[in-house]
C-alpha cells in the first residue's frame, strides 16, 4: 500500500513538526501515533490501521515522532486529535513515563487510548495495552542463545545492542528477558545496566536502527574484540551490527546473533545465517485490533480486556529459528516467512 506524507506543523510547544497521513474515509475519527515513520515495523502497524478503518468507515489520521525518543512530537499529534474530536488512538509511545500527562489529557477529554507494542509506566495510563510479551519475547532468544552455546554459555563474551537512553518499558523488557533466558541476574526490574555478571561486555544504544546498531557494535567490539554473542534489540539493529562484525572478520558463525521483530527482511536474515533466532510480533494484528476497539467504545462505551493473569492483552510472540534447541519452542523460517508481521 502506497502511504503519502506530509508535514504537519502544529502550533503548539514549540511549533513541533510531525508527519501526519490521513484517509478521506467518512465518520469518526480515529489516531495512530508511532515512534517513527519509516521503520518497517511501524509501516506494517499503519498498513493494519489503514486497513481496517477502511472496513469499519473510520476517518483515520496518523502521525510519528521525528526519530525514536520524540516525545514532544507525539504529544503534539495527541493534542490535534484531541481538538479535532476523535473518539480514541492507538499509540506507540517513544518515552514510556514522559508522555502519561498527556495520555490522561486525552482520557479526561474522553477518548479511549490503547497503547501497542511498548506499555506505558505505569501500564494502566492507558485504558489498555495491545503487546507483545517483551520480556517472554527477550527470554525466548536468551534461552535459545544459551542452549545453542552449550558449556561454552559459562564463558560467553554478551555485546547488548539496546534502544535508548531513556530505556522505555520495551527496551527494558527485551534486554531482561533475555538476560533471565541466558540465566543471568537481574538486578533492578525497571532498569538494565547495573547487573554484575562478568559476561555482560557492555550495553550501546542503537536507536532501533541500523547505521545505530552498526556504530554501537563497533563500541562494543572495542571494548570486547572476543565477543561471541550480540543481543540486539530489534532486526534492524541486528543488520547494523552484523555489518561492524563482518568489519572486523567476525561474520565466520563465531559470533551468535540474536534480535526481536520478526519481520520479513529478519526472517530471511534468520534464513541466511546473519541472525541465529529472533522473536516475531505481530504489529498489523495490534493496530487492526485497536481500531475494532475504538470502534467498539464509540459505538457501545465498551473498553477491551486483558489476557487473564497478565495486565495487558497478548498479541503473542513466536521463536523463529531453523537450528531448535531442545526445551525451546520455534518454527523454522519457512512457517515465519507466511506469519511476518501479520
Not at 486525552?106 to 517483551?134: H, K
Request: proline content about 4%; glycine content about 12%.
Amino acid at each position: 500500500m502506497r502511504i503519502k506524507h506530509r508535514i504537519l506543523q502544529a502550533a503548539l510547544a514549540g511549533a513541533v513538526a510531525f508527519a501526519f497521513v490521513g484517509t478521506a474515509a467518512a465518520g469518526d475519527i480515529v489516531g495512530l501515533i508511532t515512534k517513527t515513520e519509516g521503520n518497517p515495523f511501524f509501516v506494517k502497524m499503519r498498513e493494519g490501521a489503514q486497513e481496517k478503518a477502511k472496513e469499519l468507515g473510520l476517518e483515520l489520521r496518523t502521525f510519528a515522532g521525528k526519530y525514536d525518543g520524540d516525545n514532544e512530537s507525539q504529544v503534539a499529534a495527541i493534542e490535534s486529535l484531541i481538538s479535532a474530536g476523535a473518539k480514541g488512538f492507538a499509540i506507540v509511545p517513544s518515552d514510556s513515563s514522559a508522555i502519561v500527562p498527556t495520555i490522561k489529557q486525552a482520557r479526561d477529554a474522553g477518548l479511549l487510548v490503547i497503547v501497542l507494542d511498548t506499555p506505558l509506566d505505569p501500564i494502566d495510563a492507558a485504558d489498555a495495552t495491545f503487546a507483545t510479551d517483551n520480556f517472554k519475547a527477550g527470554q525466548l532468544i536468551g534461552a535459545w542463545a544459551k542452549g545453542t552455546l552449550g558449556a561454552k554459555a559459562a564463558s560467553a563474551k554478551i555485546a547488548m545492542l539496546d534502544l535508548s537512553v531513556n530505556q522505555p518499558t520495551v527496551d527494558y523488557l527485551r534486554d531482561q528477558g533475555f538476560m533471565k533466558g541466558f540465566g543471568i541476574d537481574i538486578k533492578d526490574p525497571k532498569r538494565y545496566g547495573d547487573e554484575d555478571d562478568a559476561r555482560i561486555c557492555g550495553h550501546e544504544m542503537s536507536g532501533g536502527n541500523e547505521d545505530g546498531g552498526r556504530t554501537a557494535m563497533e563500541k562494543l567490539l572495542q571494548k570486547c574484540p572476543d565477543v561471541n554473542v550480540m543481543y540486539t534489540i530489534n532486526e534492524p539493529a541486528a543488520a547494523g551490527g552484523w555489518e561492524a562484525l563482518k568489519a572486523a572478520g567476525k561474520d565466520d558463525g563465531s559470533v551468535l546473533v540474536v534480535s526481536i521483530d520478526g519481520g520479513c527482511p529478519g526472517v530471511k536474515n534468520v534464513q541466511g545465517g546473519i541472525i541465529g533466532a529472533t522473536s516475531q510480533q505481530y504489529p498489523h494484528k495490534m493496530a487492526s485490533m485497536a481500531l475494532e476497539a475504538i470502534a467498539e467504545y464509540a459505538k457501545s462505551g465498551k473498553k477491551p480486556e486483558k489476557t487473564p493473569g497478565l495486565d495487558f492483552y497478548d498479541t503473542g510472540a513466536t521463536l523463529i529459528t531453523d537450528k531448535p534447541v531442545p526445551g525451546v519452542e520455534s518454527i523454522d523460517t519457512k512457517k515465519g516467512l507466511g506469519l511476518c508481521w501479520g
